[in-house]
């Protein structure tokens, strides 16, 4: 599997506070990994660090053969890397369909172009009857739905999704792992950030755990589950003993 | 005005034909001077502030600090006009592409900020430049300023005979200006200034280079706003700093799309239609000696129009033209850009 995403040595600082340290891993094409760990991990960091709303102050990011540190985030997406926020961030004055167009001007500067394929995108998220409406009157779900279908609009090979499950409802959290899955069979290469194990468990192929900025583990979901770091610095005792017969 | 928007394709088009003529016959049928001189003004001001509602309004970089492109297109084109003798027509062009340079590196310094702080130092640069000009005795005449040659009626140095001439030069100014405006609403440029304006890392997010949207919206606003200065000078024949830099440009130019509302075609027309006569008519019925007056309506219609329609007075109309015809007010763009 060729990787398409490689992280080296990858450190950030913020004061005192080391958010990142030493981090390094990689996504093979294809592959949807997950980045989990406690609050404060250093999660939405790496994201940051990745997309270039933060700059590394050490170690390497390269995907699509580009070094990735020091590039501004919409030349990131220009290359093919699109990311959700863990907090959605949808143009509230503007319509659905008008938020995800404007995604869809990266790679097609015709509004009629445009118009086309954002409609592919809204609907393959499942908001094609609230096109119209507008982004602030959204419910939690669409609201991550269409910053879904906005970073799909702009085409990408590589997604990074932040914590896109947080605040839903267990049937929503099955709509949005559905989702998930049908991005990854159409040859997405997806980093997810994720809280909700379950949903993990579901999608993630592989999963790097974080803990204080640092990786402490990384394997596929059987193994990190069964870990003795990971319960302790993250899942909780408890899930040792549920999760075989959840999975 | 905004009715135009609203309505089939067919009624739209019937409005627009219906107001374009009006206000082409208009200094035909009002004839005297004060009222033409007020249409003119209203003119004049509603395309600075269509020229700022660009960038103030649609991307939502609220400068306070384009008397300084103003002030330098009334200066290239006088100093042009005064010192090589070449003409106002020309010279307003040079002074739109005088202001565009000038731009650059004021939008580099000043868009490394954001919100309010965006404000005050473009309040800055225009408050330098003003400074620079009251120094620049050799060339520029200094604090004292300059009065234009009168040159009688001739065309080709952009004097005129008859009131009614300068009013249709602002009147195809504003016409420029809100074709402009159009057609950036409608491409994906004013998609990626609306998201701007929103929330620029988001827009980032999704391959919007925003640095490069924001220079490029503050070039053409530059450009209009010279344009205007320009045509100021020539109209009233007097130049100084404190007139070509004068605060009061920047802050007309917010407080007219304001009003009127920020980010919509028509905001900025609607905004000066309602304060400018107001000012215009405050001031010479009670004279200089009650200053504070019109300043205080001013004020007032500002506080009636923030408690009531913070988004502006357009959608006033759209509502009120909705009621009347009992039409259901559709969506017009799908960035709703007036919503």
Redesign the interface.
């Known amino acids: 599997m060729p990787e398409l995403l490689v992280v080296r040595n990858l450190s950030k600082r913020f004061g005192g506070l080391r958010a990142v340290q030493d981090l390094s891993f990689s996504v093979g094409e294809g592959e949807t990994v997950a980045l989990i760990g406690p609050n404060g991990a250093g999660k939405t960091t790496s994201f940051n660090l990745i ?1 270039g ?1 933060h700059r590394a102050d050490a170690g390497s990011i390269r995907a699509f053969g580009r070094e990735l540190v020091g590039m ?4 990131a ?2 290359l093919g890397l ?2 959700t ?1 863990q907090v959605g ?7 659905v ?2 938020n995800v ?3 869809a ?2 790679r097609d ?1 015709s ?1 009629r172009g ?2 086309t394929r954002a409609r592919e995108a809204i609907e393959f998220v499942g908001l094609s009857a609230k096109e ?1 409406t ?1 982004a602030s009157d959204l419910t939690t779900i669409d609201e991550r739905r269409l910053e879904m279908a ?2 799909l ?2 085409e990408p090979r590589l997604l990074l999704l932040d914590e896109v499950m947080a605040g839903l409802n267990p049937t929503e959290i099955n709509q949005a792992v559905a989702l998930v899955g049908q991005l990854s069979k159409r040859g997405l290469t997806i980093v997810i950030v994720e809280h909700v194990m379950r949903a993990i468990m579901a999608v993630a192929s592989r999963i790097v755990v974080l803990d204080h900025g640092q990786k402490i583990a990384e394997g596929n979901p059987q193994d990190i589950v069964a870990n003795k770091d990971v319960i302790r610095a993250y899942l909780g005792t408890g899930y040792a003993q549920e999760a075989p017969a959840g999975v | 005005m905004d009715a135009i928007k609203i309505g089939p394709r067919g009624t739209r088009a019937l409005w627009f034909c219906v107001i374009t003529a009006a206000l082409i016959v208009l200094p035909l049928i009002v004839t005297k001077p004060f009222a033409i001189d007020i249409f003119i003004r209203v003119l004049l001001f509603a395309f600075i502030g269509v020229a700022w509602n660009l960038m103030g309004g649609y991307a939502k970089q609220l400068s306070l600090g384009h008397a300084a492109y103003f002030g330098l297109g009334a200066y290239t084109s006088t100093i042009l006009l005064i010192r090589f003798g070449i003409s106002p027509w020309i010279g307003i062009l040079a002074g739109g592409v005088v202001a565009m340079l000038a731009s650059l590196p004021i939008g580099a310094l000043c868009f490394r900020l954001r919100g309010p702080y965006f404000a005050i130092a473009t309040i800055a640069t225009a408050q330098v430049l003003m400074l620079l000009f009251l120094k620049f005795r050799d060339f520029a005449w200094g604090a004292e300023g300059t009065t234009l040659p009168n040159l009688g009626n001739s065309p080709l140095m952009m004097q005129f005979g008859a009131k009614a001439a300068y009013y249709y030069i602002a009147l195809a100014m504003l016409a420029l200006g809100l074709a402009i405006t159009y057609r950036i609403e ?3 440029m004013g ?2 200034l ?2 701007v304006g ?2 620029e ?10 640095p490069r949207i924001k220079r490029n919206v503050y070039l053409i606003s530059a450009f209009l706003t010279a344009l205007a200065g320009t045509f100021y000078v020539q109209y009233i024949y007097f130049i100084d700093p404190n007139t070509a830099f004068s605060f009061n440009v920047s802050v007309e130019a917010a407080l007219v799309s304001i009003v009127g509302g920020i ?1 919509t075609l028509w905001g900025p027309v609607v905004g000066t239609a309602l304060l400018e006569p107001t000012s215009a008519l405050l001031q010479s019925s009670l004279g200089s000696g009650h200053g504070g007056v019109q300043l205080t309506v001013y004020a007032v219609i500002l506080i009636a129009v923030i408690l009531w329609r913070p988004t502006g007075l357009v959608g006033l109309f759209t509502d009120a033209y909705a009621r009347i015809f009992r039409t259901a007010p559709t ?1 017009v ?5 007036d ?1």
């Open positions: 997309t709303y501004r985030p919409y030349d997406c220009a699109a990311r926020f961030r949808p143009f509230g004055k503007m319509t369909l008008a167009m404007t995604g001007f990266l500067k509004p445009a118009r119209q507008l906005r970073a609009a702009t | 409608r491409s994906w998609y990626y609306v998201a929103e929330d890392d988001a827009a980032e997010a999704i391959g919007v280079n925003a980010g969506r763009s799908e960035a709703s850009l919503a």
